[in-house]
Nanobody, 120 residues
Framework: VQLQAYGGGSVQAGGSLRLSCAAS????????MAWYRQAPGKRRELVAA???????NYADSVKGRFTISRDNAKNTVYLQMNSLNLEDTAVYYC???????????????WGQGTQVTVSS
């Protein structure tokens, strides 16, 4: 399973960006889809996640500013980021869990990462 993430870039504080991540391959079903981020010198942290039942959870630092959503027909997860601040600067990674079409085994795949830079 391959994940292609895009939508990162540079934005001024207070601005918005929308990240997308599309999964492709022999996928039977997708369960959890999530976004993580890693800032320089820091550990990778969960930003937001969404289950197959559309339940969501967010890091406290992004609640009320970020929205995660998914399009099951396109095997795609989105992250709408509003009111960005300097602390949101990081490489953002998507992560998708699911079941493979062949063999029915579990998979967990990571995207390549997309840079988000917020400037003052």
């Amino acid at each position: 399973v391959q994940l292609q993430a895009y939508g990162g870039g540079s934005v001024q504080a207070g601005g918005s960006l929308r990240l997308s991540c599309a999964a492709s391959g022999s996928i039977s079903s997708i369960n959890r889809m999530a976004w993580y981020r890693q800032a320089p010198g820091k550990r990778r942290e969960l930003v937001a996640a969404i289950t197959s039942g559309e339940s969501t959870n967010y890091a406290d630092s992004v609640k009320g500013r970020f929205t995660i959503s998914r399009d099951n027909a396109k095997n795609t997860v989105y992250l709408q980021m509003n009111s960005l601040n300097l602390e949101d600067t990081a490489v953002y990674y998507c992560n998708v869990d699911g079941i493979l079409l062949v063999g029915g085994s579990f998979f967990s795949s990571w995207g390549q990462g997309t840079q988000v830079t917020v400037s003052s």
